[in-house]
């Protein structure tokens, strides 16, 4: 079976679950070696490491809180080491920034710490990865964002959630343009409702899963493998001549009343 990503190196966050554990997955069965970011929960990493192992893959976890303010700098800090010692190198080729939080919580009870939670994780991170990941990224390599659906139709229960996703989509777009003459490409990938712990309000409560579909075009509730094969194109040598692009992953909500 070819393996198309055989003898790069990607960077997951947030992979120990969901969406960032279909990634790993994708990345490592197209023949990446994949590190697994996780928070707190090592031991999720490891079952995502073991899977990976089981199928055949290469992957191995690092483990950093990024709504601490030496997040990032922990997290490479991690990475760096592990690089150095399996490859003789800090080099690597793809990151995903897929780490996030998703708090239900309305505009009339955000705080400033529910606030500041939410931008340092689901922004100040990607920003700080990404810086990072440029001063280590062979020329030709990717960054794949995770953005959401909420940022055209946001979720009033979910409010600093919603616009602080905004924000990913232009930062994907400044790095197209300031990564381009490396050949590095730069896209975001935007899931509508999908079946994880994060979603699980939405997605296995049966009375709003049926409201959900009702604005699908494609009518079923989306699975991490959904999104996870759309990250495995862009990051690919087909994706080469992709790039400043948002890409919805939602079955086409929105396109109905």
Do not use: C
């Not at 996780?38 to 992957?59: C, F, H, L, M, P």
């Not at 606030?115 to 922004?123: G, H, K, M």
């Amino acid at each position: 079976m070819a393996r198309p990503l055989e003898g790069k190196t990607a960077l997951v966050t947030g992979a120990s679950r969901g969406i960032g554990r279909a990634i790993a997955e994708r990345l490592a069965a197209d023949g990446a070696l994949v590190a697994v970011h996780y928070g707190n929960n090592r031991g999720a990493a490891d079952e995502t490491v073991s899977a990976i192992e089981a199928a055949g893959g290469k992957a191995f976890a690092v483990g950093a809180n990024l709504a601490a303010a030496d997040g990032v700098t922990t997290l490479y800090a991690a990475f760096d080491r592990e690089l150095q010692a399996r490859n003789g190198s800090t080099q690597f080729d793809i990151l995903v920034n897929n780490a996030a939080i998703a708090p239900f919580v309305n505009f009339e009870n955000t705080t400033p710490e529910v606030l500041d939670e939410i931008y340092t994780v689901n922004v100040r991170s990607v920003v700080l990865a990404s810086q990072e990941a440029s001063k280590r990224l062979r020329d030709g390599g990717r960054i794949v964002n995770i953005s959401s659906g909420v940022v055209r139709t946001p979720v009033a229960d979910a409010a600093a959630y919603s616009f602080l996703k905004a924000p990913i989509d232009n930062l994907t777009k400044v790095l197209a343009q300031v990564l381009g003459p490396r050949s590095i490409t730069v896209n975001a990938v935007a899931p509508g409702v999908i079946d994880t712990d994060m979603s699980a309000a939405l997605s296995r409560d049966p009375g709003a899963a049926e409201a959900v579909k009702g604005k699908q075009a494609l009518k079923r509730i989306g699975q991490p493998e959904d999104v996870a094969d759309v990250v495995g194109f862009v990051v690919s040598l087909e994706g080469r001549w992709v790039t400043g692009q948002v890409i919805e992953a939602s079955g086409g909500t929105g396109l109905t009343f």
